[in-house]
């Protein structure tokens, strides 16, 4: 069975940092995209972050560029996203999946499930930034 456990979420005031953990279990993230991906109350889930785990390659959207760092760890199959400079409106349910097809179109930032017979998605969890 393959499960994706994101952790590291909480309670932050506004300018202070957290670090998200996804770690993996039935899936080796060698070879793959991972993503971060966040959803706020009443609002659509939206691409945060994704790296290749083959080049070390990543991405981000422009609404975290500068203050957002992902990186990976493959001997322990496990993906962070660090976040630094939090504002309230990076209030949301944060999710690791993976694989992902990731980059930039048009200078766009995207992340999309990248096939193979495979789409996982970890539970999640809730970051919340007070002002």
Do not use: H
Request: glycine share 14%; with cysteine.
């Amino acid at each position: 069975e393959v499960q994706l456990q994101a952790s590291g979420g909480g309670l932050v005031q506004a300018g202070g940092s957290l670090r998200l953990s996804c770690a993996a279990s039935g899936f080796n993230f060698d070879g793959y995209g991972i993503g971060w991906f966040r959803q706020a109350p009443g609002k659509e889930r939206e691409g945060v972050s994704c790296i290749s785990s083959r080049d070390a390659s990543t991405y981000y959207a422009d609404s975290v560029k500068g203050r957002f760092t992902i990186s990976s760890d493959i001997a322990k199959n496990t993906v962070y996203l660090q976040m630094n400079s939090l504002k309230p409106e990076d209030t949301a349910v944060y999710y690791c999946a993976a694989p992902m097809s990731c980059g930039y179109y048009n200078g766009n930032y995207y992340a999309i499930p990248a096939g193979y017979g495979m789409d996982y998605w970890g539970k999640g969890t809730q970051v919340t930034v007070s002002s």
